[in-house]
């Protein structure tokens, strides 16, 4: 037997549909096959909906993204740009989420350097209370 919905083979006793859920309505396999339903083209994925709908997304190309990293490297104009990048209204998604994660991941260094810097300094302030001069 045949889905109604997709045009796949399923087995003849199945009340859904194994490749797209959908429910069978309980045709003869013999009705079926003779009426069946020449399959529909596959089905675009959310992001080729969305990108559809909205029009056309801003994606990055590699010299966009060689540009990025360049950036990046200069001390303080790293950290200036991934704010443009990530807050302004301009930008696109792609370089957006870039930014953001970038700022991010930034963020949680900073605190892992912290806390690493705490620990080493007391362990550093109870080798040196222990020790005695002569």
Known sequence: MFCENCGKKIPDDAAFCTHCGAKQMGTSPSAQSVARVPPQPTRASAPQQQAQASGSVDLISM?????????????IANIVMLFV??????????????????LIMMAIGIGVGILVSIVMAAIMASIMSTMYYY
């Not at 010299?63 to 001390?75: E, K, N, S």
């Open 63 to 75: 010299g966009q993204y060689l540009i990025m990293f360049l950036i990046m490297a200069i001390p």
């Open 85 to 102: 990048w990530g807050f302004s209204s301009e930008t696109g998604p792609n370089k957006k989420n870039f930014a953001r994660a970038t």
